[in-house]
């Protein structure tokens, strides 16, 4: 049932493998979860993903619902990643230690990337095209952005905010 050509393809299944695979790739490096309770936190939080977002995915405007499919850790952590997390026994304070304190991860048509910290740089977990995966799963760029620190200077924005 493999679809041949152009057109965008409906389906979610390796954006959803990216993240996955990175979030699960985050609590793996900590080593305090074993493989089998790995496999089940990722089958749990793949199926959450598909679920959340089935009606929020348009392959045909990728960047539309992207505030919707974000999933956020900012000193707060993501309901979907901690109900996922429950599957497995993981309490938030866990997770907490876990997980860096602060992980963007955007999952859109053709595109997943993260950004660890609020002045990070934004890395690409899996890019493809409209007809043809460019890049398999995993990390391929910012592989050595893998550490919870920041590796380049922080910036000092200044936010304006008019009435």
């Not at 979030?23 to 749990?44: I, M, N, P, Y």
């Not at 977002?53 to 405007?61: I, Q, T």
Request: glycine share 8%.
């Amino acid at each position: 049932n493999q679809r041949r050509g152009g057109g965008p393809r409906a389906d979610m299944v390796p954006e959803i493998a990216a993240a996955v695979g990175f979030v699960s790739s985050l609590l793996r490096t900590r080593g305090c979860v074993s493989e089998q309770q790995l496999q089940v936190f990722s089958a749990a939080l793949r199926e959450a993903l598909a679920e959340h977002y089935k009606h929020h995915w348009f392959p045909e405007k990728p960047f539309k619902g992207s505030g919707y499919r974000c999933i956020r850790i900012n000193h707060k952590m993501d309901p979907i990643i901690s109900k996922a997390a429950s599957q497995i026994g993981l309490s938030l304070p866990q997770l907490y230690q876990l997980l860096p304190s602060e992980l963007t991860l955007w999952v859109d048509p053709y595109e997943v990337s993260y950004r660890i910290g609020e002045d990070g740089s934004i890395c690409v977990l899996y890019e493809a095209t409209a007809t043809k995966p460019v890049s398999s799963y995993g990390m391929l760029t910012c592989k050595n952005q893998m550490m919870f620190g920041r590796t380049s200077p922080s910036k000092n924005y200044i936010m304006t905010v008019s009435s």
